[in-house]
């Protein structure tokens, strides 16, 4: 089982960055699981959507070869882990131009031609990580972890058919609470192996 690890934060010293490693650590803990970071922040992915990504969208062109390494990149992979801090009660622009740009018409998802979707990426579990400093009680108070969920896992990922099989926020007021997340991340990673590789 190959897993790919995609994380968007600028610093990597930041929390979201030692919360990827200790999903790495913990895909690890299986012997027949290998995995793969895609730093987006240091790749220096460009997430704005060009005209390039336009004329695809409308069937006017094909997709760029950054795009095309992109989806092959996670074509080899068995398992998607986006990580990455809650902004705004969202994904970071880096992460949702990253996916503006990749999950393409064709490939992601087609249109048919008497109407609806043929959703492609049915064979690739996702597992969402979302870094946040509010806590618990103000997530649930506002329905912040629910709107989350409409918009990523069901708006995104629904959409294209791929199985979100863990939905996570991994909170942090504090340093205990920083450390119960870099727990709960390496626990995550274990358990993915396992439930993948099954």
């Known amino acids: 089982m190959h897993a790919l690890i995609v994380v968007s934060h600028p610093d990597p010293a930041s929390l979201t960055h030692a919360v990827a490693r200790q999903v790495m650590a913990g895909l690890g803990t299986h012997p027949d699981t290998t995995s793969e970071l895609a730093d987006l922040a240091a790749e220096g992915f460009d997430?704005?959507?060009?005209?390039?990504?336009?004329?695809q969208f409308n069937g006017r062109g094909a997709a760029g070869p950054d795009i095309l390494a992109e989806q092959r990149r996670i074509d080899r992979a068995d398992l998607l882990v986006l990580v990455y801090p809650v902004y705004w009660?969202?994904?970071?622009?880096?992460?949702?131009?990253?996916?503006?740009?990749?999950?393409?018409?064709?490939?992601?998802?087609?249109?048919?031609?008497g109407g609806g979707t043929?959703?492609?990426?049915?064979?690739?579990?996702?597992q969402l990580l979302g870094i946040g400093g509010a806590d618990a009680g103000t997530m649930?108070?506002?329905?912040?972890?629910e709107a989350m969920r409409t918009q990523i896992d069901h708006g995104i990922f629904?959409?294209?058919?791929?199985?979100?099989v863990g939905s996570d926020l991994l909170l942090h007021e504090d340093a205990p609470s920083r450390e119960r997340a870099l727990r709960r991340a390496f626990e995550i990673g274990a358990g993915?192996?396992?439930?993948?590789?099954q």
């Open 140 to 145: 649930a108070r506002r329905g912040y972890a």
């Open 89 to 113: 009660w969202s994904m970071p622009g880096l992460l949702k131009g990253w996916i503006d740009r990749v999950f393409t018409g064709g490939w992601a998802y087609a249109e048919l031609p």
């Open 118 to 126: 043929e959703k492609r990426l049915g064979r690739l579990p996702v």
């Open 158 to 164: 629904g959409y294209c058919g791929a199985p979100v």
């Open 47 to 55: 997430p704005r959507f060009t005209l390039t990504d336009v004329a």
């Open 192 to 197: 993915l192996a396992v439930a993948v590789a």
